[in-house]
């Protein structure tokens, strides 16, 4: 005689928690917590400011750094393209030995890490895609100006973009070319707004685009040129050989010569009436 079994008998236990519902929805949570790289938030945009002075800008606020990775950060904000770790260090610690300059670095490297600024590779380096650079801005907007292709309502430019220098108070070798070069352009610049404007005859904007290169060269004389000839657009002969005679003293004063046979040819009929010094 079988005696009857109580209850229905029970099926074999799954080995996987996995594969109940709720196994497979407490699973998910537990990943979404921890989250992926693909789910992370991508960080707060920065801004770096090198005109004027050294300023990383997150979320509005300035972001401490540094001088060391100051250093670090600008002179890779200066390169067109990725550069080789060895040069870096190289010429960020010229005075090092090679092992001494490249500790340096990695030194650097790891205390920017959270800042995520900095792509780093095997060989490489280079300031990360995502932080946008006044300076490449300002340089932008000049090349926009100096292509007489670009009209000049789309350029766009702001010349107090360039009107500071690049980080003051630098004296790096590699600042100090970078500086005298992004100078040169800003004049050139100038000019060349200066007589766009002129041509379009914006006489008032061409005038102050002028006088904004006189004052940053003031020996300069295809900027006292420019600005002459901006005088003349509006019919202000007076305003343009004061411009001139201004000019003239200043080579005089400074240089003991005198002004070029192309900038004295725009007021030469005026000279007549000017008494001899």
């Known amino acids: 005689m079988k005696l009857r079994q109580r209850g229905r008998a029970r099926g074999p236990e799954r080995s996987a928690e996995g594969n109940t519902p709720r196994a497979r929805a407490v699973t998910l949570t ?8 693909l789910d992370r938030p991508a960080p707060p945009p920065l801004r770096l400011n090198l005109l004027g002075g050294f300023e990383l800008i997150r979320c509005g606020r300035s972001v401490p750094v540094a001088l060391g990775s100051q250093r670090l950060v600008s002179f890779l904000a200066l390169q067109t393209r990725p550069v080789l770790r060895r040069y870096v260090a190289g010429t960020l610690w010229p005075h090092k030995n090679e092992a001494r300059a490249t500790a340096n670095l990695r030194t650097v490297l790891w205390r ?3 800042l995520e600024i900095v792509d780093v590779a095997p060989n ?4 990360a895609p995502a932080v946008s650079v006044d300076l490449s801005d300002a340089l932008a907007a000049a090349a926009r100006l100096l ?5 000049l309502g789309e350029v766009g430019f702001d010349d107090s973009l360039l009107a500071c220098e690049l980080l003051p108070d630098w004296y790096d070798d590699w600042v100090l070319t970078e500086r005298e070069r992004i100078r040169q352009l800003r004049l050139h610049a100038l000019e060349a707004l200066c007589v766009r404007c002129t041509e379009e005859g914006r006489a008032a904007a061409a005038i102050a685009a002028g006088l904004a290169a006189v004052a940053a060269e003031p020996l300069r004389e295809s900027s006292h040129r420019v600005l002459v000839e901006a005088h003349l657009s ?5 305003e343009a050989l004061r411009q001139y005679l201004h000019y003239r003293d200043l080579l005089r004063d400074n240089l003991g010569v005198e002004p070029s046979p192309r900038i004295t040819s725009l007021v030469a009929p005026m000279l007549e009436f000017v008494p001899t010094t």
Not at 30 to 37: F, I, L, M, V
Not at 124 to 127: A, F, S, T, Y
Not at 147 to 151: E, I, R
Not at 234 to 238: D, K, M
């Open 234 to 238: 509006e019919g202000n002969q007076a």
């Open 124 to 127: 490489h380096l280079r300031l």
């Open 30 to 37: 537990a990943s979404t917590r921890a989250g992926s790289p």
């Open 112 to 114: 920017l890490s959270p």
């Open 147 to 151: 292509d007489p292709a670009v009209p």
